[in-house]
């Protein structure tokens, strides 16, 4: 089993719908999480951390559960532009990239 | 501000050559990690360096890589006796502080062993 799981997706949405990803981790002594994504050929783009008490940043919301060791991304209208694989990080002294979950914003 | 530089951007060498990979990372950043990325595969951790010294080795393929990084600041991975299973991207990143920060990626070397 993976130390960090992600769907790999494809996940096929129109425009301006809402989607959310999930992605769990298993080592309990991870510490700092993030979201990455990426573009096709290109490298990974820091797109947020994220925070136990949960954060936004504009149409984009990530939260991290503890207990169940899991963390979300929720896009929310989203555009074109969103579309790119999406990577969860989790960090115990070493980060640990999951795989990405590609999305695919369709007109 | 100058983000994350690597080079060369695409490097196609014969098989059994060496070939060494530089990255600069950002000014004033003191871990830099190196991976690779394999075409439609996920991130393959390689090396992690806090200033000069490397903690983390523990995703070196086998002996015929190495790295290392000098004056806390441009590293260099070095693959000898390529084999055409090294063919891949490999990405370079760097974060400000201890290995809990976030990173930032250098746009990769293409590396393609005919």
């Known amino acids: 089993r993976k130390e960090v799981e992600q769907d790999p997706g494809p996940f096929n949405v129109p425009e301006g719908a809402t989607v959310a990803f999930n992605c769990t981790y298993s080592?309990?002594?991870?510490?700092?999480f993030f979201w990455y994504r990426q573009d096709c050929r290109k490298e990974p783009k820091l797109l947020m951390s994220v925070y136990s008490s949960g954060n936004e940043d504009g149409r984009f919301t990530a939260q991290l559960n503890r207990a169940s060791q899991y963390i979300s991304l929720l896009i929310r209208d989203s555009k074109l532009s969103d579309s790119a694989t999406y990577l969860c990080?989790?960090?115990?002294?070493?980060?640990?990239f999951g795989d990405g979950t590609t999305l695919t914003v369709k007109p | 501000g100058a983000g994350v530089s690597q080079s060369p951007s695409n490097k196609v060498t014969e098989k059994g050559k060496d070939v060494e990979l530089r990255c600069d990372p950002i000014s004033g950043h003191t871990a830099l990690y190196w991976y690779r990325q394999s075409l439609g595969q996920g991130l393959e951790f390689l090396i992690y360096?806090?200033?000069?010294?490397?903690?983390?080795k523990s995703g070196l393929p086998s002996d015929r890589f190495s790295a290392e990084r000098t004056g806390g600041s441009v590293s260099t991975l070095t693959i000898q006796r390529t084999q055409q299973e090294d063919s891949a991207v490999y990405l370079c990143a760097s974060s400000p502080g201890g290995a809990l920060d976030e990173q930032y990626f250098g746009p990769g070397t293409r590396l393609t062993v005919t």
């Open positions: 990080v989790t960090n115990a002294g070493k980060s640990t």
């Open positions: 080592n309990s002594a991870s510490q700092s």
């Open positions: 360096f806090q200033g000069n010294s490397a903690p983390d």
